[in-house]
């Protein structure tokens, strides 16, 4: 799938250029790292359908200002001392994750 693997490609650039922003709602940083662009392609060890994975590529570019301009968020304990918060403009719902006390980081994105 030639059209899949270009919008991939592109998608990585574009979250490789994201830079930490602050969320005020969380009064932190929010880091983009691997983990991230790695869970949009893969979920519980298996690859996430395609046309899920571009959906969610498509998203990425709202992805700091959902962030930093985030109205609520919601508060949940993971497993494996991993923390998580899912902040929205009310559009757009931006998974943060925290594992001990490292720094948060972008974890998904969905619409």
Known sequence: MPDYEYKKKKARLIYKSLAPVFCPILKDWVQFNDHGFRHILIKNNR??????????FRLLPRARKVISGAIRYVYRQGKHDASFWSVTDGKVKILIRQINTGRKHFFSIMD
């Open 47 to 56: 690859a996430r359908p395609k046309n899920d994975q571009i959906r969610r």
